[in-house]
Nanobody, 123 residues
Framework: QVQLVESGGELVQVGGSLRLSCAASGRISEHALGWWRRAAGKEREFVAAINWRGSIRNYADSVKGRFTISRDNAKNTVFLQMDTLKPEDTAVYYC?????????????????WGQGTQVTVSS
């Protein structure tokens, strides 16, 4: 059973930075790990993903150049460094694991999800 627990979400001002963490437990070998988010009244959307080796990353166009995904397999943890935050980044951020290992932005590939952490960007 894979479990994912996010942390690091908080209130931050426009232009600020946050680092989200997601601690994974269970059998996640070869899993890709990703971040998704859901703003109030909107569908859950893809943010970023990284493959098992950390050699392939995929980002949504809306966060390219501002967000960086990374992982530490020794600690079973994935991170999302968020810089130059904008009000439209306000959302609940979810960590997810994809057993097939791909980093595509297809929600159905991600079989395990965390409970989410709230990020609020205030102007």
């Amino acid at each position: 059973q894979v479990q994912l627990v996010e942390s690091g979400g908080e209130l931050v001002q426009v232009g600020g930075s946050l680092r989200l963490s997601c601690a994974a437990s269970g059998r996640i070998s070869e899993h890709a790990l990703g971040w998704w988010r859901r703003a109030a009244g909107k569908e859950r959307e893809f943010v970023a993903a990284i493959n098992w080796r950390g050699s392939i990353r995929n980002y949504a166009d809306s966060v390219k150049g501002r967000f960086t995904i990374s992982r530490d397999n020794a600690k079973n943890t994935v991170f999302l460094q968020m810089d130059t935050l904008k009000p439209e980044d306000t959302a609940v951020y979810y960590c997810a694991a994809a057993p097939a290992g791909g980093v595509q932005a297809y929600k159905g590939s991600y079989l395990h999800w965390g409970q989410g952490t709230q990020v609020t960007v205030s102007s």
